[in-house]
């Protein structure tokens, strides 16, 4: 999962979607994050909360209320991101859908090394 934490934020570089205005500049001024990342698209949170839950799901859940919980967890990472206005929708959308295709490329390619 390593490779993760620098696919997001390279594409979030390269695809330029902006944060959601968050009201006052005093706010922003004070945001360490603000000054370094600008961009928001896709959701980082939202990417990296899809791609552990598949692994977890795949490598060690094994209850149905171990899933629920741990696709409840998924989901609260992403509706924090929309509920504290640092991101819109499609963002949090699109990251989850990256995480979910990241996790499925890591996949394969582990099975075809190891094969």
Request: proline share 3%; aromatic share 10%.
């Amino acid at each position: 999962m390593t490779g993760q934490g620098r696919i997001s934020p390279a594409s979030c570089q390269i695809l330029h979607g902006a944060r959601p205005h968050r009201g006052s500049a005093a706010v922003e001024s004070f945001s360490f994050q603000s000054q370094l990342m600008r961009y928001s698209f896709p959701s980082g949170h939202a990417t990296r909360a899809a791609m552990c839950a598949r692994f977890l799901l795949a490598q060690l859940v094994d209850t149905a209320s171990m899933r629920v919980l741990v696709l409840g967890w998924a989901a609260v990472v992403s509706l924090s991101r929309l509920l504290l206005a640092r991101q819109y929708v499609t963002d949090v959308v699109f990251g989850l859908a990256m995480g979910y295709c990241q996790y499925t490329c890591l996949q394969n390619v582990i099975n075809n090394a190891w094969t």
